[in-house]
């Protein structure tokens, strides 16, 4: 279970990053800041674990 499990969560984080990253460009700002405090929050929740 935990080779097919870790790809697919790799492939999850690989493009829900490039979404972030995406929605960073195109709204930068107010929308920027909270979209880097939710990236934030998702890394320290990962790393809590």
């Known amino acids: ?21 995406y929605l960073f460009i195109l709204f930068p700002g107010i929308s920027g800041v909270a979209v880097a405090l939710m990236l934030g929050a998702f890394i320290l929740r990962q790393g809590s674990r």
């Not at 969560?9 to 990253?21: E, K, P, Q, R, T």
């Open 1 to 21: 279970m935990e080779t097919p499990l870790k790809g697919l969560l790799f492939i999850l984080a690989v493009a829900g990053i490039s979404a972030i990253l």
